[in-house]
């Protein structure tokens, strides 16, 4: 069931409603999912560290760890030096770190983290028909047609926007569901949401509206512009051009003679036109639902899943999507993730199917204390295929029950149109994220390296 903000209007809305959605400090915040302790603390995760070691560099570090002076990319050696580790704190000792000032070193979790990302994405794709996913930590929405940028009366607080509401109800779900925070920009066109993101962080939420753009982009420093790296804020200084307000005065012939076609794109972004459209990196991967709530009550987590299933396979539906993977995601507190799976022989579009073979992986945890649930179906195909069948499960479980010589010819055609079962420890790989090979993409992971995060594949 797709959600859409009461309220919404169905008419000619005019100009476009862009969100921008950038997780903050995302692997710092996982480990804080992980670790609740470290919530306000400085955190720092290293790639290539392991604890103990001074070697490795900062893939991200927390906004209290930045405040030491802890940079990305940046050697776990040299970030030692200026953020000491939290371990080795001893009030008591006059020689070691003192506790104020230190922090807490994390290694990669790049499981986990990619288990958050999946929730994260799910809500997204959830919220929005065209998702533009950038990386693992940030994505753009088109939800034009979701919301508008209709005024509605607010009291004292004057009128507000649809859309701002539906970007408080996007990052509030992200919160709600993934348990991470996330800041969001909304404008009318990918370029301004991508600022306003970065306008107020962290947990962010800045609006702007059509008619507003130029305004709310002058004063910024040029470097703010999408696109506009220190190199070239650095030669754009030069030529007295500091601010995107200088930069949207200049002569664009100027600027094309000296930057080529980008100088063009800067004066344009900086003005605040961007014609791009929102163009989604590939088709969903897999189709999820969960629903947090915690409870020990067998047929209760029963009928939230039979519920979950039902939403799953009708959105597959809407969607024309046929899965071969069933599986569901079973949260136990304070926060052990596990999923289970059923592959299938084929792709199937069968509600009861997702239902059945949903309740069958459910039931390992009878009895269980959960705090979350989920379905997802996966391994998704869009393309008219021969479906399996549910009689094909129940007679692959019997025959998987009884032993039967289908498991032993696993190379055989007939036997391959058994179900297996996988036992997983996380939803998404890295790569149903990443945007290889793209200009935009390119920019994006610059610009975090700018902000306090890498991508982990900078490294590799």
């Known amino acids: ?87 080795d704190a001893d009030p008591a000792d006059p020689d070691a770190p003192d506790p104020a000032e230190a922090g807490h070193y994390r290694p990669v979790d790049m499981a986990f983290y990619k288990s958050v990302a999946a929730e994260v994405k799910a809500v997204l794709h959830d919220v929005a028909d065209t998702v533009r996913e950038v990386s693992i930590d940030e994505a753009y929405l088109d939800v034009t047609d979701r919301t508008s940028w209709e005024t509605v009366g607010d009291g004292d607080e004057g009128d507000r926007t649809l859309a701002e509401g539906f970007a408080r109800y996007v990052r509030e779900r992200i919160e709600r569901e993934a348990g991470v925070p996330a800041s969001v920009g909304v404008a009318p066109n990918m370029a301004t949401a991508k600022v306003a993101s970065d306008h107020d962080k962290p947990e962010g939420l800045t609006v702007v509206p059509p008619g507003t753009v130029a305004d709310f982009l002058a004063p910024l420093p040029v470097s703010d512009i999408h696109g506009v790296g220190p190199v070239t804020a650095s030669d754009l200084a030069d030529a007295g051009i500091e601010t995107a307000g200088d930069l949207a005065a200049a002569d664009p012939a100027d600027l094309e003679a000296r930057f080529g076609s980008r100088g063009r794109e800067f004066h344009d972004r900086a003005n605040g036109r961007d014609d791009r459209e929102v163009t989604p990196t590939g088709r969903p991967k897999s189709l999820s639902r969960e629903s947090a709530g915690r409870t020990d009550d067998a047929e209760a987590q029963r009928e939230k899943v039979r519920a979950l299933a039902a939403d799953v396979a009708e959105r597959a539906r809407s969607r024309d999507a046929m899965y071969r993977t069933i599986g569901v995601k079973v949260v136990r507190p304070p926060y052990d993730v596990n999923t289970r799976a059923e592959s299938l022989s084929g792709p199937v579009d069968d509600p009861d199917l997702v239902e059945t073979v949903a309740l069958d992986l459910l039931a390992e945890f009878a009895g269980e204390t959960v705090r979350k649930l989920g379905v997802r179906v996966s391994n998704l195909s869009f393309a008219a295929e021969e479906q399996a069948t549910l009689e094909g499960y129940e007679g692959a479980a019997t025959a998987d029950a009884s032993g039967g010589a289908a498991d032993a010819e696993a190379g055989d055609d007939e036997s391959a149109s058994a179900v297996s079962r996988r036992t997983m420890s996380g939803d998404a790989t890295l790569d149903e994220w990443a945007d290889e090979g793209d200009a935009d993409a390119t920019r994006e992971r610059r610009g975090r390296r700018r902000r306090g995060q890498v991508d982990l594949g900078e490294f590799e």
């Open 1 to 87: 069931m797709e959600e859409t903000l009461p309220g919404a209007p169905t008419d000619d809305r005019g100009e476009r409603v862009i969100l921008h959605v950038d997780m903050d400090c995302f692997y710092a915040s996982c480990e804080r999912l992980k670790e609740p302790a470290l919530a306000g603390e400085a955190v720092v995760v290293g790639m290539g560290y392991e604890p103990g070691d001074d070697i490795g560099a900062v893939a991200t570090a927390s906004y209290e760890a930045r405040a030491f002076g802890v940079e990305s990319a940046q050697p776990i050696s040299r970030a030692l030096e200026r953020l000491p580790r939290a371990a």
